[in-house]
């Protein structure tokens, strides 16, 4: 065998054992090109690799991995939620209006009002059988719709939120770290355990892997689902209630933004849109990943159009990815 031919096979050898490697370590591969983003960003922009730099990023990126959340328990199902931002956007509303009964208050009828829209999802998906994508995409038009009404009725004059609620998704403790992020914290550690240790967490990945064999297991599927919903709508609830606190005020476009990231962040966190593969650990990787993509497509001066562009075809890549490794096995 001539030298030539060792050198390719040793390149060839090399190329396999990398891939090998990042097949069973993607959350190190995350970490790095998150890193690298991050390095070429505060290289783009000195004043990014800074206290306040890391602070703005993290108040962008808690909103959004909170609704990465949802999508990310919703799509282990083999299901999705395009209602999220509205859910979020109403649960602000209604913060914004019971805001002058208390903070306390003011949150709770925030949460209530994603239950109550993720529990409607749920049950049209899993009990009348609509599919996700039809039903979530309908309520999102059917909530749009109300709440363009009623800010001229019933919640006319409700933008602001309670000074506590501002404190909780702008504010920060000790000075740097965003009290967002510690609530983005609390809910990953609640998920991950969920996912990784319940037997919810089991059912739901048995469910996306093979709805037909969790039922015949006699697995209430129906159930699951409708959970899996109501959940996605109380996280949807949380990242309007910290949005509404970030910019003190809420209006009609204050989730809008945030829809393509929330489930780009989860098929870049390794999310299968099929369902039964991925995990929150991914996720959590895939938000702060789009968060320093953001800043750096700003701070050159790329506006929002295009960025919907980069988001869109970041989900169209990895679907077109996953689709293929199916394809395979």
């Given at each position: 065998m001539s030298s030539e031919s060792r050198v390719v096979q040793g390149r060839a050898g090399k190329e396999r054992s990398f891939q090998r490697w990042a097949e069973e370590n993607p959350l190190a591969v995350l970490a790095g090109v998150f890193v690298l983003l991050f390095l070429v960003t505060s290289a783009i922009q000195p004043g990014f690799f800074s206290v306040s730099g890391v602070r703005n990023t993290l108040l962008q990126a808690a909103p959004l991995g909170i609704l990465a959340a949802a999508q990310t328990v919703l799509m282990l199902t083999g299901g999705i939620d395009l209602s999220v931002t509205m859910i979020a956007t109403g649960a602000a509303y209604v913060a914004a209006?019971?805001?002058?009964?208390?903070?306390?208050?003011?949150?709770?009828?925030?949460?209530?009002?994603?239950?109550?829209?993720?529990?409607?999802?749920?049950?049209?998906?899993?009990?009348?059988?609509?599919?996700?994508?039809?039903?979530?995409?309908?309520?999102?038009?059917?909530?749009?719709?109300?709440?363009?009404?009623?800010?001229?009725?019933?919640?006319?004059?409700?933008?602001?939120?309670?000074?506590f609620i501002r404190l909780l998704g702008g504010g920060s403790w000790m000075g740097s770290v965003p009290y967002s992020v510690l609530v983005w914290g609390g809910v990953a550690i609640a998920l991950i355990w969920l996912l990784r240790r319940s037997g919810w967490g089991r059912l739901i990945y048995a469910i996306g892997d093979n709805e037909t064999a969790a039922r015949l297991a006699g697995v209430r599927v129906w159930q699951v689902r409708l959970s899996a919903y109501m959940l996605s709508g109380v996280l949807s609830a949380i990242a309007g209630i910290l949005l509404a606190g970030r910019t003190g005020a809420v209006d009609l476009q204050l989730a809008g933004a945030f829809l393509l990231p929330s489930v780009a962040a989860a098929v870049i966190g390794g999310t299968s849109i099929f369902g039964g593969m991925g995990g929150y650990s991914g996720t959590i990787l895939g938000a702060l990943i789009l968060s320093v993509l953001n800043s750096l497509l700003t701070f050159l001066n790329v506006g929002q159009a295009i960025q919907q562009m980069v988001y869109g075809s970041i989900v169209l890549a990895l679907a077109w990815g996953y689709a293929s490794l199916t394809r395979r096995s």
């Open positions: 209006n019971q805001s002058p009964n208390g903070a306390a208050i003011a949150i709770l009828m925030g949460l209530l009002v994603g239950l109550i829209i993720g529990s409607m999802n749920g049950v049209g998906v899993a009990i009348f059988r609509v599919n996700p994508l039809i039903m979530t995409l309908a309520m999102s038009s059917i909530l749009l719709g109300l709440f363009t009404a009623w800010t001229q009725t019933v919640l006319a004059g409700s933008t602001q939120v309670a000074p």
